[in-house]
């Protein structure tokens, strides 16, 4: 099993920054890849950004490129989430996940094992 708890989250002005955290525990050894995922209301939960745990490669979604950066910290279990240039249409709930197994994409959000609770990320205009 692996516990995620995210932090960071917030209300903000269009144009500001946030920054996700999200601490990872237990059996942290078998991940593989961590990810970023939202949920807007009324909409399916969608691929943000992922990390692979053991190379840095990272890979995001279109809408988000040049705009948010993910990061991990290995010595820490700890994955990140640098949020610029807010957007109106950012605003989510944002969730972290682990997946422990190798898999072809990384934006299959059904590839994924483990997930946070979930931090509310609300960007006025």
């Known amino acids: 099993q692996v516990q995620l708890v995210e932090s960071g989250g917030g209300l903000v002005q269009a144009g500001g920054s946030l920054r996700l955290s999200c601490a990872a525990s237990g059996r942290t050894i078998r991940i593989s890849a961590m990810g970023w995922f939202r949920q807007a209301p009324g909409k399916e939960r969608e691929f943000v950004a992922a990390i692979n745990w053991s190379t840095g490669g990272t890979y995001a979604t279109d809408s988000v490129k040049g705009r948010f950066t993910i990061s991990r910290d290995n010595t820490k279990n700890t994955l990140y989430l640098q949020m610029n240039s807010l957007k ?6 944002y969730y972290c ?7 072809g ?8 094992n483990y997930w946070g609770q979930g931090t509310q990320v609300t960007v006025s205009s």
Request: hydrophobic letters at 30%; charged letters at 25%.
């Open 97 to 103: 996940a682990v997946r422990e197994y190798y898999a």
């Open 88 to 93: 109106p249409e950012d605003t989510a709930v």
């Open 105 to 112: 994409s990384y934006n299959n959000i059904h590839d994924y």
